[in-house]
């Protein structure tokens, strides 16, 4: 699935409806230059679950916020900072992404990442992919595709629902 977002209102957009569709233990992971939209899409998905917009921040420094709303977690990563893998590693990346999607103490949550071709190997085998390019001054190219049956599932859920 291919679309154009003309604005920062339409990445929301888009943020909001792939909210509607995402559950506990949902993995989705955004790939993109700096400035293409990826925490602005995540602002979205937590308008659409039901957080402030004001409350979401990149967590560029800290690496990992979780955002929470109604028992239900946003676990929001940005993997820009590190370059190998097994700094992801060691900063126990592994220990709130599998649990999510094991759906142990964890699995009230679901997982964005920003940055997630930098965690080569330890890509999950099943996810949303979020691709966002720079098309003009506000205008963001957006590409989507799914590993796994569950991820193909939302992507046809969000397709109805954007051609509606």
């Not at 990563?77 to 592994?94: C, H, Q, S």
């Not at 930098?118 to 957006?142: A, N």
Request: glycine share 10%.
């Amino acid at each position: 699935m291919q679309l154009v977002s003309k604005s920062y209102r339409d990445t929301i957009k888009l943020g909001r409806a792939i909210a509607a569709g995402i559950r506990p233990s949902d993995i989705i992971c955004l790939y993109g230059q700096l400035g293409a939209g990826k925490t602005v899409l995540v602002k979205g998905i937590a308008q659409g679950l039901g957080l402030k917009r004001g409350r979401v921040l990149s967590p560029s420094f800290t690496l990992m916020r979780c955002y929470e709303k109604a028992g239900f977690r946003l676990y929001h990563f940005d993997l820009y900072r590190l370059n190998d893998p097994r700094e992801i590693a060691a900063a126990g990346f592994e220990e709130y992404l599998y649990p999510v999607r094991e759906e142990s103490s964890n699995g009230e949550g679901a997982a964005v990442i920003e940055w997630a071709d930098r965690l080569k190997y330890l890509t999950p085998k099943e996810f949303l992919k979020i691709e966002l390019s720079i098309k003009g001054k506000e205008s963001r190219f957006i590409k989507l595709s799914a590993e796994g049956v569950r991820y193909k599932q939302l992507l046809r859920k969000l397709d109805e629902n954007i051609s509606r």
